[in-house]
């Protein structure tokens, strides 16, 4: 009974850490093609370009808070436990970088729709 208890104790304690992500977990959100519809092709693959450069820089941020974030989680858990209940993740960088994701989605998604060179 005891191990039953001490094993749920700890399954409710590891669910309850940070749910920081890593850039590879984050899925781009959803951003309709219709808003790029009316940009031409050069423009297209300008904002292409721009949006990859940008989300090349914020998989790294995420990435680098997911590092700094299970870090400070492990210290947290050895030194002070119930601090690791409060910690927050990256769910702000992860929000930029999802909604990036989406709008290079869409501007392919507008490149297709017109023929354009990729």
Known sequence: M???VLCGVSLFMLQACSDAKKASE???AYVPSSAYTSMS???LRAEDLRLRRSVSDMSSSV???YKSDKT???VTWIL???AAFAM???DAEAAKLSQA???AEAIRAAMIAKNCRM
Request: aromatic share 8%; hydrophobic share 30%.
């Open 63 to 65: 990435d680098k808070e």
């Open 101 to 103: 994701k989406g709008e």
């Open 80 to 82: 002070f436990w119930p």
């Open 72 to 74: 400070m989680e492990a």
């Open 26 to 28: 984050v899925t781009a």
């Open 41 to 43: 092709c050069n423009n």
């Open 88 to 90: 927050d993740g990256n």
């Open 2 to 4: 005891n191990k039953v």
